[in-house]
Structures are given as C-alpha cells and as structure tokens.
C-alpha cells in the first residue's frame, strides 16, 4: 500500500517572532472522507495573526509552533470533496473561520457553541485532537490560510452565498462573528443602546452589524477625529472617552458595550456608561483584561465579559445576513509581498478602520523573488498577557464590578 503523499501548497510563513513571511512550500493532509478542498482566493489578515506570529501571548495560549502559517479569513472555490461530503459541492464559494475542528460531543458543542469547547482546534498553531483537523504530517500544529490550498472537515466549512464578493467574505468570518456573537448572546436589538469602543476594522465592522439588529449605535474613541468614519458606518452618535463632560452625560445609558481595543488599557473607564446592574461591557482584544474576565465569570456573574469569536451556527448566520444586507468590510486588498509591512502597521494602529485581505493569486512561484522586503518593525508586546497578569484582573473584575 502506497504512503499518502499530501497535497502541495504554497504557504506565506514566518520562521520566528520577528514576523519576516517569505513564501514555503509545504503540504495539507490527504483529502478524507468528510473533507473539502478550497483553492484559495483571498485571506484576510487579523490582529490576533500579529499577536500569534509574533508569540504575544505565549504566556497564556501557548508558545507558538515555527514555521507558522497564520490566517483564519480563508475565502475560495471547492475543487474538490470526500465520498461523504453532502454540505459543499465542487464550485461553491466555501470559506473557513477560526475553527477546523473540536470534539463534537461536550455541551459547548451540541449547544453549537464549539469555540468553548475544550477540544477545539484553531485554524492555525492549532493543537490537533482528531484526525478531522490532522496536519500533514501529523506531527505539527495546524497551518492558516496565508496559502494557496486548504483542506477542511465539512462540519467547519462556511458557505459564501455567490452574492457575497469573497474578497469581503474572510474578515466576516472573524471581525463578523466576533462582534455578532456577543450582540446575539445579550440580546441586542431595537430597543438596545450599543456602544463600540475602538474604530479599527473590528469596531466598524460592530457599528454596522448592531445598526442591522435596529440597535441605537454609539461609537466610542478617543476623539472625535474618527467622527466621519463611525457616522458613514451607522453609527448615530460618537463619543469621546477624553471628555469627561461627554462621558458623564453618557453616564448610566449603555445596555450594551463592545470593547475592541487590541491591548491592554483601563477598561474600567467605561464601566460608568453601562446601565445599572443590566449593563455589560464585553472585552474582545487579547489582553490581561480578557483573560481575566474569563477568569473572574468563571467564579460569579460580573458586568464585565469577554468573548472570543462564535460557532459554526452563529458564523454562517453572520455571513448570510452580511450577504443580504450588504455588510462588508472596509477592505484594503494587498499582495503577499506586502505582508512584512501590513503587520508593521497592525503593530502600529488601524486608524482607518480597514481589514486587510491578502489576494491569494500573488503567492506563485514568482513570489519567492517578490518578497525581499525587511522584516516589520514590531514595538513591544502590550496585550501584557501572562498568567500572573491574567489573575490581577481577575480579582479586580471580581471585587469591582
């Protein structure tokens, strides 16, 4: 009996933090029963591929596995399925989120709630509990979609309705649902007060799907320079946490607060906007704060959250609804030899509120020549994520708030 010899790929890795991609060739498992094949079109890059490449948060997740192959806004085309594939047919435009697997069977998942499940499998520096979400070879953790194939269990797949143009598809799959889920799980809607705090790809992408659940949408920055921005995507106010005035009239209002600032910072600030032991303020940046509000919940019922993407069954009722309604991303398509200086400016700030996209027909064997460019320029690690810091906030979350 023939070794299976995988599928070829190319790949756009980084051997180490300092987040310097160049083009590697490597290779997906054989196609199983269950799986579908992707040719990849376009990959949308997220913060949290900074954080992971770069091994940010290593004191929590994990050290990261090198070479690694982040992305988990995959969008492309099936070419190909297992015998006892019926979800996906070859042609359809197919995409993957944060997820490739998880164990199917704990409560988290029958709840369609897999990315609490303690089994789950990342899409990238993933750790493989199954042969659903094996690599190949199986030894290693699980490669992203900065490539040019993707092979996926059909349970993780996401259908992209053919009206959904796929270069606005990957950032829905991870901004999308990760501001969808929380506005579902607390029940936002027409008689909700929702404020976004933090105007990156993240917060826009939050004020345009709260307005298409009929919320009231704040948006919540700095200053008002951002003003333009919130307004053109739904939101009816914006307010500037540096005005003591504008927050105190504020003061008591907020059912609702999606905080999306990507480190660590005083999110009690805005504690004082949410309505009196209704109110919840939500972390979704990987931070000290995250950490411990998970943490703290774990112990007793606090007002401050923390929320990390959403399942399968929340993730395609996000992309249907973007698709109907038109909700698309504020998208700056990029080739791969300009990864090095994308990552640079995620490190930087996003005060455009645009997501990256990476178009997967410039990663080719002309690629090795094309990216020659230095390595980003990364400041220093402020998600402050540690375990120590982690059970600091725990204790202020759980004694405070």
């Known amino acids: 009996m023939e070794e299976p010899t995988g599928i070829d790929t190319l790949v756009m890795a980084c051997a180490d933090s300092r987040c310097d991609f160049k083009p590697l060739r490597m290779k997906r498992r054989p196609l199983g029963p269950e799986d579908v094949q992707i040719e990849m079109k376009y990959c949308g890059i997220c913060h949290t591929d900074l954080h992971i490449a770069a091994d940010h948060v290593a004191g929590i997740l994990g050290k990261t596995e090198y070479p690694c192959v982040p992305g988990h806004e995959l969008a492309g085309i099936c070419v190909a399925i297992g015998e006892r594939v019926t979800k996906v047919k070859v042609g359809d435009q197919v995409g993957v989120g944060c997820m490739v697997d998880s164990c199917h069977n704990c409560n988290a998942c029958r709840d369609n709630r897999e990315q609490n499940c303690r089994k789950q499998t990342g899409t990238y520096n993933g750790k493989v509990y199954s042969k659903r979400a094996a690599t190949f070879p199986e030894e ?66 939050g004020i345009k799907l709260a307005k298409a659940l009929g919320c009231s949408v704040v948006a ?30 504020m003061a008591n209002s907020f059912d609702l607060i999606l905080n999306t600032i990507p480190v660590f910072h005083n999110y009690g600030a805005y504690q004082p906007l949410l309505k009196p032991k209704k109110g919840k303020q939500v972390l979704l940046g990987l931070h000290a704060g995250f950490a411990g509000a998970h943490v703290a919940n774990k112990i007793r019922d606090t007002s401050v959250k923390m929320s990390v993407i959403g399942g399968i069954k929340n993730t395609q009722e996000v992309v249907n609804l973007c698709a109907k309604e038109k909700i698309y991303p504020e998208a700056v398509i990029v080739g791969v030899n300009e990864l090095n200086g994308v990552f640079q400016a995620l490190d930087s700030s996003n005060d455009k509120g645009k997501r990256y996209v990476l178009d997967i027909a410039t990663l080719n064997d002309q690629a090795f020549e094309k990216c020659n460019s230095p390595p980003p320029v990364l400041g220093d690690n402020e998600t402050q994520m540690s375990l120590f810091s982690g059970i600091k906030e725990a204790i202020r979350i759980f004694l405070f708030y």
């Open 140 to 205: 290693r953790r699980t490669l992203g979609g900065y490539c040019t194939t993707m092979v996926v269990d059909q349970a993780f797949a996401i259908l992209i309705p053919r009206e959904m143009p796929l270069q606005y598809a990957g950032p829905i799959m991870c901004a999308g649902i990760t501001m969808y889920d929380p506005l579902k799980l607390y029940g936002a809607g027409k008689n909700s007060r929702v404020g976004i705090v933090g105007l990156g790809g993240l917060g826009i992408m």
């Open 220 to 249: 919540i920055s700095r200053t008002l320079a951002k003003k333009d921005l919130a307004i053109k995507a739904g939101a009816t106010d914006v307010l500037a946490s540096s005005d003591s005035s504008a927050m105190q009239a």
